[in-house]
C-alpha cells in the first residue's frame, strides 16, 4: 500500500468524526464536553499542582450561571445585534429583591420565586419598549451604548434597593433555601442542595430554550427575525412583539442567574453585582461566537472551573479574570472563519457612524462665516485658559483630569471614529501608561516628558499587539476581546505581585516635578496648562492626520475595508497605524493620570471605567476631535462643578438617564448640535449673500424627513447641475488655451 494510500484512507476515517464534531446539536455537546473535561488538564499544566476535583465542580457549578447569563446575552444580540452591557443588571434587581424579601422580610422561599420571575418579564419589556425599541433605526453603536446607559440605571436601582427594602445598604451575605438542609462532601469540598438544584434548573433550562427556539412557530420567528428583521417582517413576522419577548427572556434567564448564585457564594457587601459578572457572561458567550447557546453554557462552566481552580492554588481572582482575555482569543481565532449575511450587517452597522462635513467652500471666505469662525475659537481658548480660574481654586486638579479624558477621548476618535476598529479596553492603554510614567518617575527619577515620551512607546507597542487579531475579528467580537483585555490589565499587570516592578515601589506615590527648573507643576493650575498644552498638541497632529492620506485611507477602510483593498489600500498596516497612534495617545494620557492622582491605583483602571469613557467619546461625537472634547466636559467635568458634585442623582442623570435622552435626538452627540447650530447659521448666511450650496440644501431637506430628489428637481438638483455644467466649460476652456500654446491637437 502507497502512502498516497495510506493518506487516502486516513481521510475517509476522519470524515465522519468531522461530521459529528461539526453537527447539531451533538457537535455542541461534543466541544462542551471536551471544554471542561480539559480544564483540569490546563490547571495542572499552568499550575504544576493538583486541585481537588470538588473544587474543580463547585466553580463549574457557578459557571453554569455564567452560561446561563451568557445565553441572555446572546438572545439579545441574535435578536438586535447588540452587545447588551446590561444583561446582568436586568437580572440583579428582581433578583436582590426577591432575596431580600426572603431573608428580611421573612417570605417563603417559594412566594419570592413569582416576584423574581414577574418582575424580571416586566423589566425586560419595560427596558426594550422604553429604551431599545426607540433606537431601532440607529446605528448598532449607538444603541449599543444605549445599553451602558440603561446599565447605570439598572446600577442605581440595584444599589438603592437594600435602603428601600430593609433601610440598610449593606445586604446580608447568606441565603439560607429550603435545599441548604441536604449537604454532602467530594473530598475536603463541601455541597449544598443547591448545587444540585442549580445543575438541574439550568441543564433543564438549555434544553428547553433550544426546543423553544426549534419547534416552536414563536420560536422559529426569533430565528428569523435575527437573520433578517426586514424581511420577516414583510413575510407577516411580528418583529417588535418578539423583540420585547427576547428581552423578557433574557431579564428571565440573568434574573435566575443571580438567585441561584447568591446561596453558592453570597453578595458583595455594598456594591453591586452586575458588572463583576458581566465579563465572565460575555467572555463564555464570546467562545461560542453569539451563536450557540450549548457551547456557551458549557464556556460558563469550564469558565468557573478553572477561575475556581487558580483561586484554590493563589488564593485571589486576578489570574481567573485575566485568563478570560487567551479564552476569547483562543476561542475566536482557532474556529472557522466564517460570518453570515445577517453577522455581516451588523459588523457593518457596529462601524457606522455620524461623519460631519467641513464648511463648505463657497462660505469659508465669506466674512461673516470668518468673523464666526475667529471669534468662535477666541471664546474657546479664552475659556480653556481662564475656566479654571472662573470655577475656583479647588476645582484646578478637576479640570486637569477633565483635560486627561478628552485626551483619551481623542486617542478613540482616531482608532473607532475614523479607523472604524471598536475598542472598549481603551483605559488598558490608559493604565499600562500610567504604571510606566509613574514608575519612571517614581523610582528611576527621570524627567517628566521623558518618562511621558516612554509610556506612549510602550503604549503604541502594546496597542500593535492588541491589533494584531484585529485583523482577524470583526468589530463586535473586537469590542469585547479589547474589554476583557483592560480587565486582564487591572487584575493582573497593574497587581504588584506580578508587575510590582513597573509600578512605582516608594509607597506608590507619583511626585509632580519641577520643569527646567522654574515651574513647579505640584501648582495644580500650572498642571494644568501642562495637559491642556499636551492636549492642544494631540488636536494638532490628529487633525494634520485626518488631513493628510493616512487620513482618508483610514476613513476607507472603516467605510467599506473590501473595496479600499480592491484599491490598493494595505488594511493590516492601516490598522495598526490607527492601534498605533491611539495607544500612544491614551498612554501618555495615562501618565499624565498617575501625575494628576500622584498614585497607580489598580482599581482606576478597570473594565467599567473604559466602557464609561467609551460611552464618554460617542456622547461627545465619534467622529470629532472637538466631540471628543464636549463628551470629557459633560461627563467628567459636568459632575464636578461647584455644588453638584455631592448630589447622587446628578452622576445618573449625566451618565444614565441624560446620555439615553440625549442619543435619541442626536445620534451624533454633542458634536450634532453643534455642527447642526453651525449649519443653521451657514444657511442663513448664504440666503443673505445669494449664494446657493447644494449639500446645505440636502442636509436641510434630510434634516426634515423630505427626499432630496424626486418631485422638486428643478429646485435642488438643477442648481448643482448648472454648476458643474459651469466648472465643464472653465475646464474645457483651460484645456484649449494649453493645447494652443503647446500646439497640441485636441480631440472634442
Known amino acids: 500500500m502507497t502512502p498516497a494510500d495510506i493518506a487516502a484512507r486516513l481521510r475517509e476515517a476522519r470524515r465522519p468524526a468531522q461530521a459529528l464534531w461539526h453537527s447539531r446539536p451533538w457537535g455542541s455537546v461534543l466541544r462542551v464536553a471536551l471544554a471542561v473535561l480539559s480544564v483540569p488538564t490546563f490547571l495542572n499544566l499552568l499550575l504544576g499542582e493538583h486541585r481537588p476535583a470538588g473544587v474543580l465542580v463547585n466553580g463549574a457549578v457557578v459557571g453554569a450561571l455564567y452560561g446561563l447569563i451568557a445565553v441572555g446575552v446572546i438572545l439579545v444580540y441574535r435578536a438586535n445585534r447588540i452587545v447588551n452591557f446590561a444583561q446582568a443588571g436586568l437580572g440583579a434587581v428582581p433578583a436582590v429583591a426577591a432575596l431580600l424579601l426572603i431573608t428580611d422580610h421573612d417570605w417563603p422561599y417559594f412566594a419570592a420565586i413569582p416576584v423574581l420571575v414577574g418582575g424580571a418579564l416586566l423589566l425586560g419589556a419595560v427596558v426594550e419598549m422604553a429604551f431599545i425599541r426607540r433606537f431601532a433605526k440607529a446605528p448598532r453603536l449607538i444603541l449599543s451604548v444605549v445599553t451602558i446607559g440603561v446599565a447605570q440605571l439598572l446600577a442605581y436601582v440595584e444599589f438603592h434597593t437594600p435602603l ?19 449537604r454532602f462532601r467530594m473530598g475536603n469540598t463541601h455541597f449544598k442542595g443547591d448545587h444540585l438544584v442549580t445543575v438541574l434548573l439550568v441543564g433543564a433550562l438549555v434544553v428547553g430554550l433550544g426546543l423553544f427556539f426549534r419547534l416552536t412557530r414563536v420560536g422559529i420567528g426569533v430565528r428569523a427575525a435575527a437573520e433578517n428583521d426586514e424581511r420577516a417582517s414583510l413575510l407577516g413576522v411580528p418583529v417588535r412583539r418578539l423583540s420585547t419577548l427576547v428581552w423578557m427572556l433574557a431579564a428571565l434567564l440573568s434574573a435566575i442567574g443571580m438567585f441561584l448564585r447568591a446561596p453558592l457564594v453570597g453578595l458583595p457587601m455594598g456594591t453591586i453585582i452586575g458588572p463583576t459578572i458581566l465579563l465572565y457572561a460575555l467572555a463564555a458567550a464570546m467562545v461560542a461566537r453569539m451563536e450557540s447557546l450549548p457551547v456557551a453554557f458549557g464556556a460558563g462552566m469550564a469558565i468557573g472551573a478553572l477561575n475556581a481552580g487558580m483561586f484554590y492554588t493563589t488564593q485571589s481572582t486576578v489570574l481567573g479574570e485575566a485568563m478570560l482575555l487567551p479564552i476569547i482569543l483562543v476561542a475566536l481565532l482557532v474556529q472557522r472563519t466564517r460570518i453570515s449575511r445577517a453577522e455581516d450587517t451588523g459588523v457593518t452597522t457596529w462601524r457606522t457612524v455620524k461623519e460631519f462635513r467641513p464648511i463648505p467652500a463657497e462660505l469659508r471666505q465669506v466674512r461673516e462665516v470668518v468673523w464666526v469662525r475667529r471669534a468662535f475659537a477666541a471664546v474657546v481658548a479664552l475659556l480653556a485658559v ?75 507597542a502594546l496597542a500593535v499587539v492588541v491589533g494584531v487579531p484585529a485583523l482577524r475579528l470583526p468589530g463586535l467580537f473586537l469590542a469585547v476581546t479589547t474589554l476583557a483585555f483592560a480587565g486582564a490589565v487591572r487584575a493582573f499587570v497593574l497587581d504588584r505581585d506580578y508587575f510590582g516592578w513597573l509600578l512605582p515601589e516608594l509607597n506608590n506615590v507619583v511626585y509632580r516635578p519641577r520643569l527646567y527648573g522654574k515651574f513647579d507643576t505640584g501648582n495644580d493650575l500650572l498642571f494644568y496648562y501642562v495637559c491642556l498644552a499636551i492636549l492642544v498638541l494631540f488636536v494638532v497632529m490628529a487633525r494634520q492626520l485626518r488631513n493628510s492620506r493616512s487620513g482618508r485611507v483610514m476613513i476607507a477602510v472603516r467605510t467599506n475595508a473590501r473595496a479600499a483593498q480592491a484599491y490598493g489600500v494595505n488594511l493590516p498596516r492601516t490598522k495598526l497605524a490607527a492601534f498605533a497612534m491611539s495607544g500612544f495617545m491614551a498612554a501618555v494620557a495615562g501618565g499624565l493620570l ?20 467609551f460611552a464618554m467619546a460617542v456622547v461627545g461625537g465619534l467622529t470629532s476631535l472637538a466631540g471628543a472634547i464636549a463628551g470629557a466636559v459633560y461627563l467628567v467635568g459636568f459632575l464636578r462643578l461647584p455644588g453638584l458634585r455631592d448630589i447622587q442623582l446628578i452622576d445618573l442623570l449625566a451618565t444614565g438617564v441624560g446620555l439615553m435622552i440625549l442619543l435619541l435626538f442626536f445620534p451624533g452627540g454633542l458634536a450634532e448640535i453643534g455642527f447642526r447650530m453651525r449649519d443653521a447659521f451657514l444657511r442663513w448666511v448664504a440666503d443673505r449673500r445669494g449664494i446657493h450650496v447644494p449639500s446645505l440644501v440636502a442636509d436641510a431637506l434630510e434634516a426634515q424627513g423630505e427626499p432630496v430628489t424626486g418631485e422638486e428637481p428643478d429646485e435642488v438638483v438643477a442648481p448643482a447641475a448648472a454648476s458643474v455644467a459651469r466648472r465643464a466649460r472653465r475646464s474645457r476652456a483651460r484645456v484649449r488655451a494649453v493645447a494652443e500654446e503647446g500646439e497640441l491637437e485636441v480631440v472634442s
Do not use: C, H, R
Not at 427594602?165 to 441536604?182: H, K, M, R
Not at 483619551?408 to 499600562?432: C, D, E, K, R, Y
Not at 478597570?606 to 466602557?611: D, H, L, P, Q
Open 164 to 182: 428601600w427594602l430593609t433601610g440598610d445598604t449593606i445586604p446580608p451575605t447568606e441565603f439560607p433555601t429550603p435545599f441548604s438542609a441536604f
Open 386 to 460: 481662564f475656566g479654571p480660574v472662573l470655577v475656583g481654586e479647588l476645582y484646578y486638579n478637576d479640570a486637569a483630569l477633565v483635560i486627561v479624558y478628552a485626551v483619551i477621548g481623542v486617542s478613540l476618535v482616531v482608532l473607532t471614529g475614523w479607523a472604524g476598529q471598536i475598542s472598549l479596553g481603551q483605559f488598558a492603554f490608559v493604565g499600562v501608561g500610567a504604571a510606566v510614567a509613574g514608575g519612571l518617575a517614581g523610582d528611576a527619577g527621570w524627567d517628566f516628558f521623558g518618562a511621558l515620551l516612554v509610556a506612549g512607546l510602550v503604549g503604541a
Open 594 to 613: 498617575a501625575y494628576q492622582q500622584g498614585a497607580v491605583d489598580s482599581g482606576t483602571y478597570g473594565a467599567v471605567e473604559s466602557i464609561k469613557v
